[in-house]
């Protein structure tokens, strides 16, 4: 298989232009289960500070029509949770001051710069 240099030009000229289109609560399309869990995850995991149950709050999703057993919401609560927790690391990070390294070019200091003195050395 080949392509030609054609082709390859307008991938460069169209790609850098391009959107991902992200699932958002406009308009009315399907989602996932998984999808909904994580737009729902904030309401979900206050609920669940509350008092509310996995299972309880799977038999709530139920009674909309989002039939899901308490272990697989339980397993997508617990994605949404470490994607929560991903995105604020790295804001974290981001935002944070970075540790500046010293070049490699730069001699390591010597041990005996930072030993105690001994008795003969302070005599």
Excluded: C
Excluded at 19 to 30: D, F, I, P, R, V
Excluded at 70 to 98: C, G, H, M, W
């Amino acid at each position: 298989m080949s392509t030609n240099t054609e082709t390859v030009r307008k991938i460069l000229a169209e790609f850098p232009n391009l959107q991902n289109e992200k699932k958002t609560l406009e308009g009315n399309h399907e989602m996932t289960f998984r999808e909904a869990i994580r737009a729902l995850y904030p309401t979900l995991r206050d609920m669940k500070k509350r008092g509310f149950s996995t299972k309880d709050l799977a038999e709530k999703l139920d009674e909309y029509g989002i039939n899901i057993k308490p272990t697989t919401f339980s397993k997508y609560l617990n994605e949404a949770e470490q994607d929560e927790i991903l995105k604020r690391n790295r804001v974290r990070i981001t935002s944070s001051t970075r540790r500046v390294k010293k070049p490699a070019s730069q001699p390591a200091t010597p041990a005996t710069d930072h030993a105690p003195a001994t008795p003969s050395e302070t005599e």
